[in-house]
């Protein structure tokens, strides 16, 4: 063999090596929404993600994958151009892995809040003044640094107490919400709607006792009378409203990306 012919091997089995080591997960820097139409999201199963993404981008593709933290993993492995899923759930999960941003720009808008019995007109203004309280003192703007800080995890919840003189409060979540609502390291229920229901209990004179269960459970729950109200990262919807009564939104969120940096 040549000197000449055996480095032409050489330099195509190199090329070829590289590609195999880099091609496959080589994808574009994104920095602005627009540059997602027609890429590829991770979202997770059993949600309506992909069919937000879709009023957005038509010709998007996806990856399933079992959870919001698997979806944002992919994306940072490579296997796909962005995640799409909650904001803020997507916010808390970059805040503690590094390389990985939420895109400013929105795929949809929506508002978040806690749901009662249609009937129940007095627990949903006692719920709305607790946040029109807490967002007047400057409370609230305090809460969500908490639960959705820069970097890190979310803060300890506070100790808030109420005599519960006046019975009991039943607050059905899911605890797999996290920051709204989550087992903190010592398996307690802790989260921003935690806090909330805590204060309207408290407001109430009511002692609160969490309920957790699935998250498509709880609307059911509500129904049948098992609990008082409802929060979990709830989207208010006008499918929604036809069964039960939302509390004023408490938070602005939707659906957004998630991508390298």
Known sequence: MTCSIFKAICIVLTSSLFFMLTGCDKRDKITKLQQLDGK??????????????????????????????DSVLAVKSGKADAAAYDEPILKNIAAKNSGLSVLPEMITIDNYGFAVQPDKQELKKSIDLVVSELKKSGAYDAMKLRWLPKSGSPAAMPEIKSSGSKGVLKLGTAAVTEPFS??????????????????????????????????????????????????????????????VLFSEP????????????
């Open 182 to 243: 989550f087992m903190d390291g010592s398996q307690k229920i802790v989260g921003l709607d935690i806090e909330i229901a805590a204060l309207v209990a408290q407001k109430l004179d009511m002692k609160l006792e969490i309920v957790n269960m699935d998250f498509g459970a709880m609307i059911p729950a509500l129904l049948a009378g098992k609990v008082d109200m409802i929060g979990a990262c709830i989207t208010i919807t006008e499918e929604r409203a036809k069964k």
């Open 250 to 261: 408490y938070y602005a969120g939707g659906i957004a990306a998630l991508v390298k940096e």
């Open 40 to 69: 590829e999201f991770a979202v997770p199963t059993g949600t309506v993600a992909d069919k937000l993404v879709l009023s957005k981008f038509p010709n998007a593709k996806f990856k399933y994958f079992n959870s919001a933290l």
